[in-house]
């Protein structure tokens, strides 16, 4: 019944797309266990977690720009490598105030897993042409998904980036919106995001990016949660990770 509804809602996948996927899953599976249990990505609230072998650091917008730019870059590259690819593919190749600092290594690290998991959903996009449709069409559904993730993820960034006034350094408990509710709303609507975009595609792989990016998301939400509730005494304890009453 499980492949069925998969051959009704994905194009059928090639052995290199079914390769492409279970490495995608893997690698952001375990990453998302990894945060999980304790072991962060080192930025943001966490760039001093753990031991250092490189101690060369930029501002955090750099380390963003730095991180984003490549994958955005090829992206835009896409349009004149892949003419012609219909609606669709057009749709699938369719940054905030960030404090603190960011380790260049791990800025180049992001930007490296941006790159290859972009450059991985459009060549598997590619792959489609020629290929039977699937049986249900969710390129519109995936557009709306995938403008009110955005729409959440922008709205709970504003509030984030109005928290501290110019120059503060010290974290704060967040308030408004869903942070009343979970500590990391932007992920959540993030994984939404990730969601509309794998109902544009309908690809094995768009899919498995998303279910591995949920994982990924959700043990750092986990692990955010930690660190508040380790470091602000009043912090509510009914305020979850990233799903409201639940996790």
Known sequence: MASSML???TYPPTSVVMIMSAITLAFLGSNGIAEMRGKQLQYSKFWNVGPRKSTFKVS???GMFMAY???FLFGLASFFLFPSEGLRF???LFV???SGSMFVDVSTMISLSYFTQTALMIYAQHLTRGLREPLVDLTYV???IFLAGLSGNFYHHCLLSRLRSEGDKEYKIPKG???NLVICPHYLFEILGFV???????TLHAFSFTVGSAVLLLGRSYGTRKWYLSKFEDFPKGVKAVIPFVF
């Open 69 to 71: 730019s490549p994958a």
């Open 90 to 92: 057009m749709l699938v």
């Open 96 to 98: 905030h105030k960030y």
């Open 7 to 9: 051959h009704g809602l």
């Open 142 to 144: 995936g557009i709306a």
């Open 196 to 202: 509309g975009v794998s109902c544009i595609a309908q």
């Open 60 to 62: 955090g917008r750099t």
């Open 177 to 179: 919106g869903l942070f």
